[in-house]
């Protein structure tokens, strides 16, 4: 079973609207943390957020907050007031914290456009 | 601080040939990985390391050495170019792997092709 699950291939939003993109997850580990990357056209990945499996607030870093449910296993970012610069890939990725390699558990995206 | 830097940005190669791709952080990072991501695949973990000195292998290590021998570099040394190791590489470090410290900031990457 995949760790990591986005099933938005493509959301389309336009500037200064609000969006949502999806990600489930799948761990019996009861300590993880959850992680939002955004990649450009330019090739890198950007640490956006981070939601921690004991975190009893939802996190949020300026225009990004990270809607998490845990009994439902989801962990949606929804970013506000949309920017045509927000056009990008969104990876969401997880870590299971019972495991030493620290590996991160990645998603296979959402690509987001923001048209004027 | 530069964060997490590679070198180089591109790369290209032919079937036989190694090289090392260089990877630094100026963070004072201890748990250091590196990761390659291909279409369809996502990010796939080759080696990391959880301080000087200390490596191991991720999901997809064939092919691929690592040594740590500062906090700072983790090279990652590829034996015998092949097709199949065509790819985007990312290095990445957190300050470690405990709650909290372990989000992982990644380097630019470097796109490899070999022929």
């Known amino acids: 079973a995949q760790k990591i699950t986005q099933t938005q291939p493509g959301m389309f939003v336009q500037e200064k609207e609000a969006v949502t993109l999806d990600c489930t997850y799948d761990t019996s580990d009861p300590s993880y943390g959850l992680f939002w990357y955004k990649q450009p056209s330019s090739g890198e990945m950007i640490f956006l957020i981070y939601q921690g499996s004991y975190d009893q607030q939802n996190a949020t870093e300026g225009r990004y907050s990270l809607n998490f449910q845990k009994a439902r296993k989801s962990a949606n970012l929804v970013i506000s007031a949309s920017q045509l610069g927000d056009s990008a890939m969104y990876f969401c990725a997880m870590r299971e914290r019972g495991s030493t390699l620290g590996r991160l558990y990645f998603g296979r995206g959402t690509q987001l456009t923001v048209w004027p | ?115």
Not at chain 2, 9 to 14: C, G, I, M, P, Y
Not at chain 2, 84 to 100: D, E, H, I
């Open chain 2, 1 to 115: 601080n530069a964060g997490v830097t590679q070198t180089p940005k591109f790369q290209v190669l032919k079937t036989g040939q190694s090289m090392t791709l260089q990877c630094a952080q100026d963070m004072n990072h201890e748990y250091m990985s590196w990761y390659r991501q291909d279409p369809g695949m996502g990010l796939r973990l080759i080696h990391y390391s959880v301080g000087a000195g200390i490596t191991d292998q991720g999901e997809v290590p064939n092919g691929y050495n690592v040594s740590r021998s500062t906090t700072e570099d983790f090279p990652l040394r590829l034996l015998s170019a092949a097709p199949s190791q065509t790819s985007v590489y990312f290095c990445a470090s957190s300050y470690s792997l405990a709650p909290r410290t372990d989000t992982q900031y990644f380097g630019p990457g470097t796109r490899l092709t070999v022929l």
